[in-house]
């Protein structure tokens, strides 16, 4: 039944998509993603090859590799659960991943480095794949530093991608320029601030290459080789040495040696002053300044900082939060510096990018209601606003121009500027100069980087810097002779000691367009030695004190700061032409693309397409040599599983529903049993980007020949809503159990039945049904850079049903029968206060719930972190990443609710009855402190992606429900 549903639901949601096949890949799309599957389709199989050459494996596998455009913001994934396969979210490609000159392709070649790197297996083992692709020991001996580190490394062969990319690379010289230069333990992928697990990708990825380039492939190969191959106790410092002959900490080092060398050659200039204008823990993602140049006016500074989650403006001396809010990309003055363009990414249906405009003297935000839109900007006009936004699910990809009615909030006459079917928009910028609206945007194309200057008519200036990547780019001043642009740039390829212009830190540029005649002139200040200073990822100027606004690549954060200059020293270091474009003939680089653009793209190579159907790859799942099957008693709690059997667990291509099935036989209740589960809505392993999950999930059990009992539980998450940072979910979580338990029990002193006597044995059975209904609200959003800093609050509404009916059957023939009725509506209410944020002291949760069960009339509990001490550090003696060490107190306290059956039935309306009732022996309470460390493992997939948090506690119980007032033991949780 579960697979029969599944394969209609399946069928149904995947009935418009296309696969090509190739010798080695099923290449499956939606129409939509047709251009893109091509080009992958095109370079697949040449692609697999080359990597299985580099590293002397033979190509012996068959992979799926699904596009969508669902989710909005660009990713991939390699996923060898349940088996493997390659899921690529085809949109607009962001700054970051901008130094390839195919990014679709290039990016599918880093998915399937993995595919191979983690599928090197020795010939002998190659038939455990028939059981699970994910057999392999090098999921176990091998973190993200070593996969993410393989995959960088092979994407920046050919002189591109992220090794050959200054803003990518910075980081890591800046960690020796601050003495935090890591232990490759640190830098496994475990860390949870700032960089997170970007640093496996970085050191791994430099490490890679040093290995590559100084002991040669062959070798790099043969530690894949033998990562496939055995698992040794010592993890991969073991399969380290074996391979290269010398401890791994000894080959740290000679890299950590290699780069300092590196770092002393590079130009350097002097130290300059600096001032800080966001918290120095602040990681910002993007900011802007406008400068009015009347009198009395002040110039003001937006940022945005994502571990704070929030926008914030400086103007004058006066520093303030303007909202909070999460996932944004991009924020923009509007030209009066009235009202700010703000993109984000959010949580639909999917993954979103979204646009919106705030009122700065008004404090409010205004969603323009639309999806696919990103790098958004306004212009202020007489009846309201011109919005301008780039499309990012169109090819070619278009900026859209729409008029904004301020009265009604609503979107009019959109009109299409479209690019040229390769260029690539960056920081689209909209201003007003000389009575009209004018633009200006990074075009990239290829690994080609200009700055284009255009209006709504088409007429464009654009000047060429090659392969001088450009990012951020900012409007600074416009007068009747000259337009001034700020951006944050460097030299694409790898650092060469002895060079006149140092390749190691990204910098400030600066960008003079005369208005006569459009010529320009780029000035470059060698600005690469700031004190305690990285390079510089954003810039923008406040030309009223004609001092730069940095945003600084530190190691562990990305503060923004002013630099004190001499303007002296910025120099023209190229001059450009104009290179114009009149709209009567639009160029061969930008307007309307030709009509036939599309067509000439897929020419490239004759493609067999066919329908996709999803059932087949259903079959080539995980098969487990054991059973799943549960025994569970009356209370769900699981008494023993059915090890004696099979399973087998399956997914579509994309990883988004999942069926499981399994049989098997429990020796302990001599029953025999099957299991099924079906769960979907987002990826079934991989937590997914959809707002709709759901699991169902059943046992049944015979005994003999006769029916044992059947647990079954069914499970659902939806979130009905987003805002800013608040949300609303809907949850429904249901079980039920019907049967015998088939375990033998004996009457104690405290529970003797009906005049039972003390030691007489029964079984249980019956039927037990429990179900919660919850409906929530939720603006809890980060406040400040520090851990543990939230504010905001949660209120619940639940109802929750029980029914339970169980008989006991004694030795002596006896039977009782039992029955309750439970059905109560509650309500949950949880404040979080974020303390002192300055110093990251004493923030505070307080919880309060009515009817938080069928044994409590209310509970509430407060909570507050005395201390927490960052760690981030790999322990050598251990494969555990130790996070950090807090020291927490917390207050609970009880009233106890009497339950009378039937009686109490939906209790909720008797509240102030019952809550007048109340004695102090209804109430129970403790006070407990308690301190852990936070902590993970270090040495294997799971790196990063689990932790768990161990120390003691000392509780004193002023109200015990017993007569232990003092109370000691371990603190122990899973996080997750």
Not at 800 to 808: A, M, R
Not at 941 to 967: H, M, Q, Y
Request: glycine letters at 8%.
């Amino acid at each position: 039944m579960i697979l029969a549903g599944l394969a209609a639901f399946s069928v149904f949601c995947k009935s418009k998509f296309s696969v090509i096949k190739t010798e080695y890949f099923d290449v499956i799309y939606p129409p939509e993603c047709e251009i893109s599957a091509k080009k992958i389709a095109s370079v697949c199989d040449g692609y697999y090859l080359e990597i299985t050459s580099l590293l002397s494996e033979e190509p012996y596998q068959r992979f799926p590799v699904t596009l969508i455009k669902d989710v909005e913001q660009f990713n991939a994934h390699f996923n060898p659960l349940s088996y493997n396969h390659i899921v690529m979210y085809d949109t607009f490609t962001p700054e970051g991943l901008d130094v390839f000159g195919k990014t679709i392709e290039s990016v599918f070649y880093h998915e399937l480095t993995h595919a191979v790197t983690l599928n090197i297996k020795s010939r002998k083992n190659r038939f455990l794949s028939w059981f699970a692709d994910v057999v392999n020991p090098a999921y176990f001996s091998l973190t993200m530093f070593w996969l993410e580190g393989a995959t960088v490394s092979f994407e920046s062969r050919k002189g591109e991608g992220r090794l050959n990319d200054p803003f990518f690379m910075q980081d890591a010289y800046e960690s020796l320029k601050e003495g935090k230069f890591p232990s490759w333990r640190d830098v496994t992928g475990g860390r949870d601030t700032f960089p997170g697990g970007s640093d496996a990708y970085l050191f791994g990825g430099m490490f890679s290459k040093y290995l590559q380039d100084k002991y040669g492939m062959e070798k790099f190969a043969e530690f894949w080789h033998l990562a496939g191959t055995e698992c040794p106790l010592s993890f991969v410092a073991g399969l380290f040495k074996k391979t290269y002959g010398l401890p791994l900490t000894d080959a740290w080092l000679d890299f950590k040696a290699a780069l300092e060398e590196k770092l002393s050659k590079s130009t350097s200039a002097p130290l300059l002053e600096k001032t800080l204008l966001s918290d120095k823990n602040a990681v910002v993602r993007t900011f802007d300044v406008h400068t009015s140049f009347r009198l009395g006016d002040e110039t003001k500074i937006i940022w945005y900082d994502s571990k704070s989650a929030a926008i914030y403006m400086k103007s004058g001396k006066k520093t303030k939060k303007l909202l909070s809010i999460t996932g944004v990309s991009s924020i923009k003055f509007s030209d009066d510096g009235e009202y700010i363009a703000v993109s984000r990414y959010v949580l639909r249906n999917s993954t979103k990018a979204e646009i919106g405009i705030f009122d700065i003297a008004n404090s409010k935000y205004h969603n323009l209601g639309m999806s696919a839109k990103r790098d958004a900007s306004v212009v202020r006009s007489l009846n309201g606003f011109d919005v301008y936004a780039v499309e990012v699910n169109s090819n070619p990809i278009q900026l859209l121009h729409f008029r904004y009615d301020e009265k009604f909030h609503r979107l009019e006459d959109a009109e299409p500027i479209t690019l040229g079917a390769d260029e690539v928009p960056y920081s689209v910028l909209s201003f007003t100069y000389d009575g009209k609206i004018q633009h200006a945007a990074i075009i990239k194309t290829g690994l080609n980087w200009k700055i284009r200057l255009f209006d709504d008519s088409k007429k464009i200036a654009e000047y060429d810097f090659g392969k001088k990547i450009i990012h951020n780019l900012h409007m600074n001043f416009a007068d009747a002779y000259k337009i001034i642009f700020s951006f944050a740039w460097a030299d694409m390829g790898p650092f060469q000691s002895g060079e006149s212009e140092n390749q190691i830190f990204s910098r400030i540029g600066l960008f003079s367009v005369k208005t006569d005649d459009f010529s320009a002139e780029f000035l470059a200040q060698q600005i690469d030695s700031f004190e305690n200073l990285g390079g510089i990822t954003d810039v923008c100027f406040d030309m009223e004190n004609y001092s730069p606004i940095c945003v600084s690549a530190e190691y562990e954060s990305n503060p923004l700061c002013t630099v004190k200059i001499d303007s002296a020293l910025m120099r023209a270091s190229k001059e450009f032409g104009p290179v114009t474009f009149e709209a009567s003939g639009p160029s061969q680089e930008f307007g309307n693309a030709s009509a036939d653009s599309k067509d000439s793209l897929l020419a490239q190579k004759d493609f067999s397409e066919k329908p996709f159907n999803v059932l087949p790859y259903y079959l080539k799942g995980i098969r487990i040599p054991f059973g799943l099957v549960s025994r569970t008693d009356l209370s769900f709690a699981t008494l023993s599983t059915a090890l004696l059997g099979a399973s087998y667990i399956g997914t579509d291509t994309l990883g988004d529903h999942l069926v499981g099935l399994s049989a098997g036989f429990d020796p302990f209740s001599n029953s025999l049993g099957f299991w099924g589960r079906f769960s979907g809505g987002g990826s079934a392993f991989t937590g997914g980007s959809n707002s709709l999950s759901y699991n169902l999930a059943g046992n049944v059990l015979f005994d003999g020949s006769s029916f044992l009992q059947t647990s079954d539980s069914f499970s659902m998450s939806y979130v009905l809503w987003r805002g800013l940072v608040s949300s609303v979910s809907l949850s429904l979580e249901e079980y039920f159990f019907y049967g015998e338990e088939d375990e033998e029990y004996e009457v104690d002193s405290d529970s003797v039945k009906a005049g039972i006597m003390k030691g007489s044995e029964y079984t249980m059975g019956g039927t037990h049904s429990k179900t919660d209904f919850v409906l929530s609200f939720s603006n809890i959003h980060k406040s400040s850079p520090k851990n543990f800093q939230y504010a905001g609050f949660s209120f619940s509404l639940f109802l929750s049903s029980e029914y339970k009916n169980v008989h006991y059957d004694f030795s002596d023939d006896k039977k009782i029968e039992s029955e309750k009725n439970y059905l109560n509506a509650g309500a949950s209410l949880l404040v979080r206060i974020p303390g002192i944020s300055q110093i990251g002291l004493f923030p505070l949760s307080l919880k309060a719930t009515l009817f938080p069960s069928s044994d409590y009339f209310a509970s509430f509990s407060a909570g507050v972190v005395l201390w927490s001490w960052e760690i981030q550090k790999g322990v050598p003696a251990a494969s555990i990443f130790l996070n950090r060490f807090t020291l927490q107190a917390s207050y609970t306290g009880n009233f106890d609710y009497y339950s009378n059956g039937k009686k109490d039935f939906f209790a909720v309306k008797k509240s102030l009855d019952i809550a007048k009732d109340l004695s102090k022996d209804d109430y129970s309470d403790s006070l407990a402190l308690g301190a852990f460390f936070t902590f993970g493992p270090n040495a294997s997939v799971a790196t990063g992606s689990l932790s768990w948090n161990l120390g003691g506690k000392i509780e004193f119980c002023p109200n015990p429900k017993d007569d232990k007032r003092l109370k000691g033991g371990l603190l122990f949780g899973l996080n997750y």
